[in-house]
């Protein structure tokens, strides 16, 4: 394990990624990790990453990381929670990384867009631009709000604009109507 103290949840967030890819998994990373990698950043101790599994897979890969030595918290999502399932992870030093799967109007091909970056020498599969606004401006909290506010003034025109609304779009009729606010179109 690569954490040492409280405040490391990268860390903690870069051992499971190992074991997720011995398992084979595709992961993406989302929240204020992802925020930083597309230049919006804000203090935030919490690590996210939405994986490519079935609710049921997901059961069965929390006695992986059970195994590892991380203390698990399997999470069913209610039938209106936009996440089916979410897997907790936590050490002894209250570090934590939230493992997210069925997040609704995600399209698959989501992972396939992710990024690659380097993250403590280690690689880093980061949501795409478009899917991180998207997913931010569906999610309609107020910091999620600013978050996609200022990614889409710091990419400026690099955005694929009609990727990013058909993204929307997947998400439902409000969260487009939102974006396009966003977009000022």
Do not use: W
């Amino acid at each position: 394990m690569r954490t040492r103290r409280a405040g490391q949840s990268a860390l903690l967030l870069l051992d499971a990624i190992e074991i997720l890819e011995k398992e084979g998994i595709a992961y993406a990373v989302v929240g204020a990790m992802a925020a930083s990698v597309h230049g919006v950043i804000r203090a935030s101790v919490d690590a996210d990453a939405l994986l490519s599994v079935t609710v049921r897979q997901l059961g069965d890969l929390q006695q992986r990381f059970a195994a590892a030595g991380l203390v698990t918290d399997l999470r069913r999502g209610g039938i209106d929670d936009p996440i089916a399932a979410m897997l907790v992870l936590s050490d002894s030093f209250q570090n934590r990384v939230d493992l997210l799967v069925g997040l609704r109007g995600l399209e698959p091909e989501a992972f396939a867009r992710a990024i690659e970056v380097t993250f403590k020498g280690a690689p880093l599969r980061v949501v795409c631009i478009e899917d991180f606004i998207a997913m931010k401006v569906f999610a309609g909290g107020p910091q999620d709000v600013r978050d996609a506010e200022r990614a889409l003034a710091i990419a400026n025109n690099s955005i694929d604009s009609e990727l990013l609304l058909r993204l929307a779009a997947r998400y439902g009729r409000t969260t487009l109507e939102d974006l396009k606010k966003l977009m000022s179109i």
